[in-house]
């Protein structure tokens, strides 16, 4: 497969020069694969570099083939790849800005009990440009441009464990980020993770200070890892130390996802365990009743159930909030995104 323009920065298209033509192409080149242009509705480039362009790169990394509108204005688009691989990726209005959510990898091998994104297993990472086309395409989509962006916040929450696929990520975060393109501040990305310690511990090293969001899910190691099978490697007092790290080197305060869970994460001593564990760290908690995935049969829990938990939160000056659902009669919520390449590639 052909790498995609969007993979390379300004700096990186510089080949293009080495090819003999003047500087001035790198930087319409690049402005095009920012507009997400394809080769055919590019004007002002030469048709020789256009075939040499063509005979090495895709112009974009994906395409939408499918929109899903919900009736709380939440989008879900499924992009194809160029290779054929189906994702998925979510747009959701808000107030104070429109959020793009956005996937890292086709499927998940992380194995979360109440994810559909693993449940066909991890079949490929995503380039940094593949990462980047899922922005722009959608930024294109709106009507935004590079100076008047239609997207103003990203979470890295889409399908797949973005720190599992870490030099990509860290390089879309450059190339979002990067003053000559979209320049997407890393202050309105958060960057989503089931608590990949040694990655939390680089990522905290390298001055890229996005929100850090860790999925918690449960307050104890022998709940967590009936939930999340990675706390066999990375337990909750290494997860614990790492967000405490993060915090240190960014000063931003660290996201913690916990997901209801019938009968497994939602008692009161649940509750107590999860704030004297979170105790001292600059912190919020983000609360999710469980959006219902068919194969996997775990449901959420009682409106009584979660206003008793954050009571007791609150009562420990934990701070929390019930995250307002989005898109659950498209299944673009939380935990619904999956790899469509199974389901689509024979229809």
């Known amino acids: 497969m052909k790498p995609c323009l969007q993979d390379f920065s300004f700096e990186e298209l510089s080949f293009i020069t080495e090819w003999g033509f003047p500087r001035f192409r790198v930087e319409q080149v690049y402005n095009a694969a920012i507009q997400y242009k394809s080769y055919d509705n590019i004007s002002n480039l030469p048709k020789a570099l256009i075939e040499k362009l063509k005979e090495n790169f895709a112009d974009r990394g994906l395409e939408i083939i499918k929109t899903l509108s919900s009736k709380d204005g939440t989008e879900k688009y499924l992009y194809r790849l160029n290779d054929g691989n189906i994702i998925e990726g979510v747009f959701m209005p808000h107030g104070y800005g429109d959020t793009l959510c956005v996937s890292t990898q086709v499927g998940c091998r992380m194995g979360c009990e109440f994810c559909a994104s693993g449940l066909g297993g991890l079949v490929r990472n995503l380039t940094a440009g593949e990462i980047l086309s899922q922005v722009l395409c959608v930024n294109a989509l709106k009507g935004g441009t590079a ?73 104890s190691d022998k709940k967590r890892t009936a939930l999340m099978p990675i706390n066999k490697a990375h337990n909750l007092f290494s997860v614990i130390e790492a967000a405490k790290y993060y915090f240190e080197k960014t000063k ?35 609360l999710i009743n469980l959006n219902f995935v068919e194969e996997k049969g775990l449901r959420g ?47």
Not at 186 to 212: K, Q
Not at 316 to 322: E, F, G, I, M, Q
């Open 252 to 286: 931003r305060r660290i996201i913690f996802e916990y997901s209801f869970v019938e009968g497994e994460n939602s008692d009161t001593d649940s509750a107590k365990q999860l704030a004297a564990l979170v105790k001292g760290l600059p912190c919020h908690i983000n």
């Open 301 to 347: 829990v009682s409106a009584a159930q979660i206003k008793e938990f954050m009571r007791i939160l609150d009562e420990n000056n934990v701070s929390n909030t019930l995250r307002r659902s989005m898109g659950n009669d498209i299944e673009g919520a939380c935990g619904q995104l999956r790899n469509k390449f199974a389901e689509n590639k024979n229809g």
């Open 147 to 219: 100076a008047k962006r239609a997207i103003t916040n990203i979470v890295l929450m889409g399908s797949g464990e973005p720190l599992d696929n870490f030099d990509n990520t860290v390089k879309f975060l450059r190339l979002i980020s990067d003053e000559r393109g979209i320049n997407i501040s890393l202050r309105n990305i958060s960057l989503s993770t089931c608590g990949l310690v040694p990655r939390i511990i680089e990522l905290a090293d390298m001055d890229l200070p996005v929100t850090l969001t860790i999925s918690l899910h449960a307050p």
